[in-house]
C-alpha cells in the first residue's frame, strides 16, 4: 500500500478533490451518498473504531464526528480523525498515540523543519525527512497529531 493509498483511505473523496477529478461540490455529493446514508450510517475508519472499542469515545460520539469530517471533507478541509478529536477535547494524545501504535503507526518528527510524518511499521528501520532529508526521530514531546505524510517502512530497514 502507498502513503497516498493509506491517506486516501481515510478521505476518499478529499483524495479525489485534491487530484482534480471531482470538484469540491462534486466530492460533498459523493460523500452525502456514501459516507452518510441515513440507512447505513457513517463509516467509521479504523482509527475511530480503535478508539470506540478502547472505550475512549462513545459510539454516538464517533459517528457524530465522522458526519462533520464528511462535511469538512466535501468542503476542502481535511483533518486527520484523531486530530479533530484532540481538537474537541474528545481525545487525549497519550489515547491517540495508543491508538496509532494499535495500527502500527509511529509518530516521527523532523528536528531541523519540525515536520512529523506518520509511519508505518517503522521497527528499527531509519527514515530521513522528504521535505529536508534531516533523519526523522521520536518527538520529544508530542503536541499535534498533525502529519505532513505518511512513510512506509524502508525497503533496506533493519
Ligand atoms: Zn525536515
Known sequence: MSPRQFEDAEGSASGLTARGWLSPSQADE??????VSPRHGPRIPPFGAIAVRKGFVTAEIMEEIVRNQ???VGAGVRFHLGELLIRRALLSI???LEILAEQGITLLACAKCASQYNV??????SFSCPACDSTLAPPAAVTTLEVRGTLNKPLTGV
Open 30 to 35: 459523493l460523500s452525502r451518498r456514501l459516507g
Open 70 to 72: 464528511t462535511r469538512l
Open 94 to 96: 497519550s489515547q491517540a
Open 120 to 125: 508505518f511499521d517503522a521497527g528499527e528501520g
